[in-house]
C-alpha cells in the first residue's frame, strides 16, 4: 500500500475510534439501544458547545480583525453589479422564463469571503512538515498527550510525525478553539468549518456548523434575502450545492446536524439524494422521533435566553419555511448521470488522502475501475503528471499566485522581497537557464528570504516548483528539471515579481502596519467595554449582552 494512502486510512481510523469505542461499548450494554441513543445525545451536546464558542464576542472580535472587510466588500459590490447586469440581459432577452434575480449585497459578501478564506487564508494539511528542516515527507508515528497549553485550545487529540530525515518529531495538535485557528491557520476539514463558521458570525451572519455522521463538517449560513439556509463548504469555496458529497464525491451520509446559536436541526434531507433509502438503509442509531424530540429540546433551550418577541416569532417563521424546504427537499432522486455530474469531486487534500476516503468522485472512480487498478491508479496519475512536467512544465492557477504573492509580500522585509525578487526576475530573463530553477536553502540569504517564514515556501510551491531534500544540498526548491520548458509559468512569475514591488512602494508610502495593529486591539477593548456596561446595567444573558456589544460597536466603527 502506498504510504500516503496508508496513512490516510490510519488517520481516518483514529478519527473514527472515538465514536465507534463509544457504540461498541454500548452494544454490549445490556440496554444497547439506549446507550448507543445516550452516545447519540451525547454528540448532540458536544455539538451545542462548538456552536456556542463561535457567540463569544471576543472570540468574534478576533476573528472580524483579520478579515479583509473592506476589500471584499468592495469585490462583493462588483459581484453585485455584474449579477444586475446579468439579470437584466436575462430580463429584456424576453423568454417568458423565470427572472433571475440579482445577488443581494450580503449574499455576494459571503461568497467573496468563501474565496478568500479557501484561496488566501487557511491552507490544508495532511502532514505536517518537519519543524527542524522542513522536509514534507514525515512518517505518521501515532497520538501522543496534548500538552496544557495544547488542551487549553481545544486539541484533545495529537498526531506525531518523525522525519526520516533528521529524525526530528513533529506534532500536529488537532486545534477546536477557532480562535487558536485564526492563528494557525490549517488542518483538516474540521480546522476548517470551525474556523470559517466563527468568520461568518463575526460578520454578523446567522450561522450554523454542521456536523456530518459519517466525518465531514461544514458551515451553513442564513440567507436574509433568500430566506433559506445556504451551504458553504470552506474546503472546497462551493456555497449552495448541498448534493456535493453524495452525487459529487460519492458519499452515502446518514445523519446531518446543524448547530447554530437559536437552533439544533437534523438537516439530512437537505444533503442526501433519496432520504427514504437514507431512512432505510443507514439510520439506525437512535429512534427518529426520540432524534426529533432531542433536537426539539436542544432548541427551546438555546432560545430560553431569548426575551424579544419579535426576534421569536422571526426564529418561528423560519423553522416553518425551513421544515417545509426540508420535507421537499430529498424527495427528487436524480437520475444517476445527469443533471448533477458537473458537480465537483473533492479538491482539497492530496489525491492519496482522498482515493483512501473514496472521495475522487464518480468519473475519476470509474475511471479506476475500468484500469482494473483500484485505488493503485492514483499512482499512475502521479506518474504521468510527472513525466509531463519533466517536457513541458503546466501553467499555474494565477489566483493562487496573487494569494501567496499578497500573504508573502505583507509578510516579509524589504530585504526578503528584495531576494525573492531577484530569484524571480533571473528565471524571467532566462527561462532555460537550469540553475536559476533551482533554489538551494543551503544559501543563508535565500534561506532568510523563502525558509525563515512559511509563505514563501506558500509563494514558491505556488509557482510550481517543488520541495525535495536532497543529501548534499538540503532542502531545494525546484520548478521543473534540467530539460523542463517553464515558458508557460513565465507570465505568472512575472504577475508575482509585479506584487512584491507594488508592496515595497506601499510601504515607502504609508508603513502603517503598527497603526493597523493598534486599531484592531482598540477594536477588541471597545467590545469587551461595551460587554461589560450591558452585563451590569440591562438584563441580558450573556449571550444576548455579546451580541449586542458587538453589534453596537460594529455600528459605532462604520459610522467613522
Ligand atoms: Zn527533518
Not at 455576494?108 to 484561496?119: D, N, S, V
Not at 517553464?486 to 497603526?515: C, F, H, Q, W
Request: overall charge negative; aromatic content about 6%.
Amino acid at each position: 500500500m502506498d504510504p500516503d494512502e496508508a496513512l490516510a486510512r490510519a488517520l481516518q481510523e483514529e478519527e473514527d475510534r472515538t465514536a465507534a469505542a463509544a457504540i461498541l461499548a454500548a452494544d454490549r450494554d445490556i440496554g444497547g439501544k439506549h446507550a448507543r441513543q445516550a452516545a447519540f445525545g451525547a454528540r448532540l451536546e458536544s455539538g451545542v458547545k462548538t456552536a456556542l464558542a463561535f457567540e463569544d464576542p471576543l472570540a468574534q472580535a478576533s476573528a472580524l480583525s483579520v478579515v479583509p472587510v473592506d476589500r471584499l466588500e468592495a469585490e462583493a459590490a462588483a459581484l453585485v453589479t455584474e449579477s444586475e447586469a446579468a439579470a437584466s440581459d436575462a430580463a429584456s432577452d424576453g423568454d417568458g422564463g423565470v427572472k433571475p434575480k440579482p445577488l443581494s449585497r450580503e449574499d455576494a459578501m459571503l461568497l467573496r469571503t468563501l474565496r478568500w478564506f479557501k484561496l488566501e487564508f487557511f491552507t490544508w494539511c495532511d502532514k505536517p512538515k518537519c519543524k527542524t528542516c522542513s522536509n514534507a515527507d514525515v512518517r505518521h508515528e501515532g497520538m501522543a498527550e496534548p500538552t496544557p497549553d495544547e488542551h487549553a485550545h481545544g486539541a484533545g487529540r495529537v498526531e506525531t510525525y518523525r522525519c526520516p530525515l533528521c529524525s526530528a518529531v513533529t506534532r500536529f495538535p488537532r486545534y477546536n478553539d477557532a480562535v487558536k485557528l485564526l492563528e494557525t491557520r490549517t488542518g483538516r476539514c474540521g480546522e476548517w468549518a470551525n474556523a470559517f463558521t466563527l468568520i461568518c458570525r463575526s460578520l454578523g451572519y446567522d450561522a450554523r456548523w454542521c456536523m456530518d455522521w459519517t466525518d465531514h463538517v461544514w458551515t451553513e449560513v442564513w440567507s436574509v434575502s433568500q430566506r433559506r439556509w445556504l451551504h458553504c463548504d470552506s474546503c472546497e469555496n462551493v456555497c449552495d450545492k448541498p448534493l456535493l458529497y453524495e452525487v459529487g464525491w460519492g458519499k452515502k451520509l446518514s445523519y446531518v446536524i446543524g448547530f447554530g446559536a437559536d437552533d439544533v436541526v437534523d438537516v439530512t434531507r437537505r444533503y442526501v439524494a433519496d432520504y427514504a433509502r437514507c431512512l432505510r438503509e443507514r439510520r439506525g442509531e437512535c429512534d427518529e422521533a426520540w432524534l426529533a424530540q432531542t433536537t426539539r429540546g436542544l432548541t427551546d433551550r438555546l432560545r430560553a435566553g431569548r426575551s424579544n418577541p419579535d426576534e421569536l416569532d422571526e426564529l418561528r417563521r423560519r423553522d416553518a419555511g425551513e421544515a417545509d424546504e426540508l420535507h421537499r427537499a430529498g424527495t427528487d432522486v436524480p437520475p444517476p448521470d445527469v443533471p448533477f455530474d458537473d458537480l465537483p469531486g473533492r479538491t482539497t487534500g492530496s489525491l492519496a488522502w482522498r482515493a483512501a476516503r473514496g472521495e475522487l468522485g464518480k468519473g475519476k472512480q470509474a475511471a479506476e475501475s475500468t484500469d482494473g487498478g483500484g485505488v493503485s491508479t492514483d499512482d499512475d496519475i502521479t506518474r504521468e503528471a510527472r513525466e509531463s512536467t519533466r517536457k513541458k512544465v503546466a501553467p499555474v492557477d494565477d489566483s493562487l499566485v496573487i494569494a501567496a504573492a499578497n500573504k508573502y509580500s505583507t509578510s516579509t522585509t524589504p530585504e526578503q522581497r528584495e531576494t525573492m525578487g531577484r530569484l524571480l526576475r533571473n528565471l524571467v530573463k532566462e527561462p532555460g537557464n537550469p540553475k536559476y530553477r533551482r533554489v538551494k536553502m543551503s544559501n543563508a540569504k535565500i534561506a532568510y528570504a523563502v525558509g525563515g517564514d512559511t509563505f514563501g515556501k506558500q509563494l514558491l510551491v505556488a509557482l510550481g516548483f517543488t520541495a525535495r531534500d536532497e543529501p548534499e544540498h538540503g532542502l531545494v526548491f525546484s520548478l521543473g528539471d534540467a530539460e523542463a520548458d517553464i515558458s508557460a509559468v513565465v507570465p505568472s512569475l512575472e504577475t508575482a515579481m509585479k506584487r512584491l514591488k507594488e508592496e515595497d512602494a506601499t510601504v515607502a508610502e504609508n508603513g502603517d502596519s503598527e497603526d493597523v495593529k493598534a486599531e484592531k486591539a482598540a477594536l477588541e477593548r471597545m467590545i469587551r467595554a461595551e460587554f461589560d456596561k450591558i452585563m451590569e446595567t440591562e438584563n441580558l444573558t450573556p449571550n444576548e449582552a455579546a451580541m449586542k456589544a458587538l453589534n453596537t460597536v460594529r455600528e459605532r466603527v462604520s459610522r467613522r
